[in-house]
């Protein structure tokens, strides 16, 4: 399959998107932690839990998008919500207090979740037939790269400048990347602009009309309450497992690693990207619960070494091990809800475990940071991570076996 044309500059839109909205929202937040702590004079918890309200309204934000899609042209969602993302940001360096970072937050969440998760994969969805998998795994993974390319920039520009020209910076970044959506998105649907998904075949609907267009309700199967708690069980778990990462800086700074902590979040962030594509091949090659099993062993051990081994190599190769929780919580979601659910019952539960998932990686980013606030150390956080890994390798276990039943 080879993309090109049209189809290509909407894949590149869409991980735009991604690269802006997680990417810099989301994955690279904890480098901004000590400093801002330490200038206003606020606790890490209270910090920390900017980034908890701003994924709240991330979540918040791609429940609001899909009735603004509906729009025949999406150049006025992408530009509003871009403008008011890219304020926020900057307006961050303006602010002497906590209280009025959290208004901004409130701002960034929404306006980054509006042009978020949701609006990219329904996009994606509506353009491509043909490698849906591989185009939506491409989007996820620019979350990782921009985690991994602009944490190292981002902790010079704040080590050297202040973390004020950091956000300043972040500001500008979020312009540069959400700049393809606005120029070379020409629409939601493709049928829109006279063209059709790429792959489909002639009167084919495109992966997401199929699996969630009026008629959805009507020919889905009933859905099992029991596995729809246990996999909405499982998106909680690991979206939640996905809020550390941010920690990293403020682990090696309590190990006396000091600026190892940048590496094990570039580290990380390179894992997510590829540990996200590898997760698509392996689940192609042996299922989706071989595959998820045996990633969450690799996330179990990354925890482990965190505990107790506290050399800067042994770090770096957890925090490789430990980044493999992105794709557990991003394509390890989506391709358990299609494998437990089926494709006509996709587009119901997915959702909701986004949404769940959200909330999740909120309530953990600050909860992690208040955790250290109480016991002046990672070593909690880090046990509370590791029943995390084991419960949500429990839930897929149960889950297939309710399946087979």
């Known amino acids: 399959m080879r993309i090109k044309g049209t189809y290509l500059l909407v894949l590149v839109a869409m991980c735009g998107l991604i690269?802006?909205?997680?990417?810099?929202?989301?994955?690279?937040?904890?480098?901004?932690?000590?400093?801002?702590?330490?200038?206003?004079g606020v606790s890490k918890g209270q910090v920390s839990l900017m980034l908890t309200i701003c994924n709240i309204c991330?979540?918040?934000?791609?429940?609001?998008?899909?009735?603004?899609?509906?729009?025949?042209?999406?150049?006025?969602l992408t530009i509003g919500a871009t403008a008011a993302l890219v304020a926020s940001t900057a307006a961050l360096s303006l602010c002497h207090s906590i209280v009025p970072m959290y208004v901004l937050?409130?701002?960034?969440?929404?306006?980054?979740?509006?042009?978020?998760?949701?609006?990219?994969?329904?996009?994606?969805?509506?353009?491509?037939?043909?490698?849906?998998?591989?185009?939506?795994?491409?989007?996820?993974?620019?979350?990782?790269?921009?985690?991994?390319?602009?944490?190292?920039?981002?902790?010079?520009?704040?080590?050297?400048?202040?973390?004020?020209?950091?956000?300043?910076?972040?500001?500008?970044?979020?312009?540069?990347?959400?700049?393809?959506a606005i120029l070379f998105l020409p629409a939601v649907d493709p049928a829109v602009c006279g063209r059709k998904a790429l792959g489909a075949a002639e009167g084919e609907a495109s992966a997401a009309t199929a699996g969630g267009g009026k008629g959805t309700a009507d020919t889905a199967g009933a859905i099992s309450g029991v596995l729809f708690a246990l996999v909405l069980a499982y998106a909680i778990i690991c979206s939640g497992i996905t809020a550390l990462p941010q920690h990293f800086p403020g682990l090696a700074q309590s190990l006396g690693l000091g600026a190892t902590g940048a590496t094990m979040l570039s580290l990380c962030m390179i894992a997510?990207?590829?540990?996200?594509?590898?997760?698509?091949?392996?689940?192609?090659?042996?299922?989706?619960?071989?595959?998820?099993?045996?990633?969450?062993?690799?996330?179990l051990v990354g925890v482990v070494l965190m505990l107790f081994v506290h050399g800067p190599v042994s770090m770096l190769v957890a925090a490789v091990l430990y980044g493999?929780?992105?794709?557990?919580?991003?394509?390890?979601?989506?391709?358990?809800?299609?494998?437990?659910?089926?494709?006509?019952?996709?587009?119901?539960?997915?959702?909701?475990?986004?949404?769940g998932g959200n909330f999740a990686n909120a309530i953990f980013s600050?909860?992690?940071?208040?955790?250290?606030?109480?016991?002046?150390?990672?070593?909690?956080?880090?046990?509370?991570?590791?029943?995390?890994?084991?419960?949500?390798?429990?839930?897929?276990?149960?889950?297939?076996?309710?399946?087979?039943a």
Do not use: H
């Open 58 to 76: 991330f979540a918040l934000g791609g429940m609001v998008a899909p009735p603004l899609m509906r729009a025949r042209n999406p150049k006025p």
């Open 272 to 299: 997510n990207t590829g540990g996200k594509v590898l997760l698509g091949v392996l689940v192609d090659r042996i299922g989706a619960r071989l595959s998820i099993l045996g990633y969450c062993v690799a996330v």
């Open 19 to 40: 690269a802006s909205g997680v990417g810099l929202v989301t994955n690279v937040a904890g480098l901004f932690f000590d400093p801002v702590a330490a200038e206003i």
């Open 324 to 355: 493999l929780c992105y794709a557990l919580a991003t394509v390890g979601i989506s391709m358990t809800a299609r494998d437990v659910f089926g494709d006509a019952n996709y587009t119901r539960v997915y959702p909701t475990f986004q949404l």
């Open 105 to 180: 937050c409130v701002v960034r969440g929404l306006a980054a979740g509006v042009v978020g998760m949701v609006f990219a994969t329904t996009v994606l969805g509506n353009w491509f037939v043909a490698g849906l998998g591989l185009v939506t795994s491409i989007a996820f993974g620019c979350s990782g790269i921009a985690g991994a390319v602009f944490s190292p920039v981002m902790s010079g520009i704040i080590a050297a400048a202040g973390w004020r020209v950091g956000y300043m910076v972040m500001a500008a970044l979020t312009v540069v990347l959400n700049l393809p």
């Open 366 to 404: 600050s909860v992690i940071g208040f955790m250290y606030d109480f016991s002046g150390g990672y070593v909690l956080p880090l046990w509370v991570m590791l029943l995390m890994v084991v419960a949500s390798a429990a839930t897929i276990v149960v889950a297939y076996a309710r399946k087979a």
